[in-house]
């Protein structure tokens, strides 16, 4: 025996739905959307579950391992000075330790008109990699000026004897 709730809100609500339903379901052929739409469903619930199992892999293959490392900065080539909305290359110099560093991106940090530059390298550890001495390598980032007055940059060296970093200050003034 079902109850029925008298002045519900949600009571109307769900005998229209029901409603719907039974129309739709009585005039779409017999139900044959309704039957196409769940085997529709299935089969994509079924494709989501094969490619699932089949993108997962079990093989341990440490060859892609990589690690990012930041290395300090040898030289920098920079204007001598800015002109406000110009758009300059400044090109940074860094030692490559071995072919197993490669190139990734720049640590770049801005605090009003002052920058902080370093090198980032992603660092293949698990591969044969040719050990070099002294190879510069020179990578560039542009840099549009903004603002006014003067640009100071601070180019990553490394770290001293205490762990306190080193930079190579450069300061650019904008002229108009």
Do not use: H
Request: charged share 15%; proline share 3%.
């Amino acid at each position: 025996m079902i109850k029925k709730q008298k002045n519900s809100k949600f009571s109307s609500f769900f005998v229209f739905t029901r409603n719907l339903y039974n129309i739709n379901a009585s005039t779409t052929y017999k139900g044959i959307y309704i039957k196409i739409f769940y085997f529709m469903k299935k089969l994509c619930f079924l494709c989501v579950i094969v490619l699932s199992l089949v993108s997962c892999s079990i093989d341990n293959d440490n060859s892609n391992d990589f690690y990012y490392e930041i290395l300090p900065v040898e030289s920098v080539d920079i204007p001598t000075e800015f002109v406000l909305g110009e758009t300059y290359e400044i090109t940074v110099g860094y030692y490559r330790p071995s072919g197993c560093y490669i190139f990734s991106d720049f640590y770049y940090a801005s605090e009003l008109n002052q920058r902080t530059v370093a090198i980032i390298n992603a660092v293949y550890p698990n591969q044969n990699c040719q050990t070099f001495e002294n190879e510069l390598v020179e990578v560039s980032f542009n840099f549009m000026v903004n603002n006014n007055g003067t640009y100071v940059f601070r180019f990553w060296q490394g770290q001293d004897d205490n762990g306190n970093d080193l930079y190579y200050i450069v300061e650019v003034p904008v002229v108009n």
